[in-house]
């Protein structure tokens, strides 16, 4: 895992995107992840261990704050990301048109969402989607649309990986569960992880109560983990 701390720079009114290069002396330009965090508000930091392991797989991984309360539901802001990523990568280092776009619990349901939706336009669309922690059975706030109901009755345009933590008490991993029979029917390309840990554990963290929040951690089962995690996003961008 890289140590250094991350970029951040503003991609839309003054919101804030952190840049997590790959290691120095890395081939370039590198594949590009963009990295969504769930519901909390912006929480870009809850995905910082995540990202930095991710970003010394050799990645450029972009993580951007949003806020889920907006009267949009953060749609705005979440599309305003993608759009920044894919203009700016190359001036980090990053290939953007090998970029993966990625999000853990809402943002994992908003990531796959986006990927797959049907009128999702060529400049939106990534060449890979990973879900991570997620459920996919409500409407999405990107495309309006339920990803499971889309892709119970179409293919996926792009691959997909899964991940869930088997102990997840926050979203059960049957949602996943759930996604990827019906990937399978339509066959659909994906590829499901589903690491002994739980919601907070797959992002490399664990949750704090009195915090409210999900913070780093030394705990070895909770990095390992976290590193498999990190790995899948690596697979999605054609790196192993």
């Known amino acids: 895992m890289t140590s250094a701390q991350p970029e951040a720079t503003p991609y839309a009114d003054g919101r804030l995107m952190d840049v997590h290069r790959p290691p120095a002396g890395t081939a370039g330009p590198a594949p590009v992840v963009l990295l969504w965090h769930g519901r909390g508000l912006d929480e870009r930091d809850v995905l910082r261990p995540l990202a930095r392991e991710a970003a010394g797989l050799g990645l450029l991984v972009l993580v951007p704050d949003w806020r889920s309360d907006r009267p949009d539901g953060g749609r705005a802001?979440?599309?305003?990301s993608l759009a920044h990523a894919r203009r700016t990568a190359a001036a980090y280092g990053g290939d953007p048109d090998r970029l993966v776009l990625a999000g853990w619990s809402l943002g994992g349901r908003e990531a796959i969402a986006v990927?797959?939706?049907?009128?999702?336009?060529a400049e939106r669309r990534p060449i890979a989607a990973v879900g991570i922690s997620s459920s996919y059975a409500r409407p999405a706030i990107t495309t309006g649309d339920a990803p499971l109901d889309l892709l119970a009755e179409q293919p996926s345009p792009v691959p997909l990986w899964l991940v869930h933590g088997t102990d997840d008490g926050v979203l059960d991993i049957e949602h996943t569960r759930r996604l990827s029979a019906a990937l399978t029917r339509q066959m659909s390309a994906v590829r499901v992880l589903e690491p002994a840990t739980d919601h907070a554990g797959v992002i490399m963290t664990v949750y704090d109560a009195e915090a409210d929040r999900c913070l780093p951690t030394t705990?070895?089962?909770?990095?390992?983990?976290?590193?498999?995690?990190a790995a899948v996003l690596a697979e999605a961008a054609g790196l192993s």
Do not use: K, N, Q
């Not at 802001?77 to 305003?80: G, I, Q």
């Not at 990927?115 to 336009?121: R, S, V």
């Open 77 to 80: 802001e979440l599309l305003a």
């Open 115 to 121: 990927a797959t939706h049907p009128d999702t336009p």
């Open 219 to 229: 705990a070895e089962a909770v990095l390992r983990a976290g590193r498999r995690t």
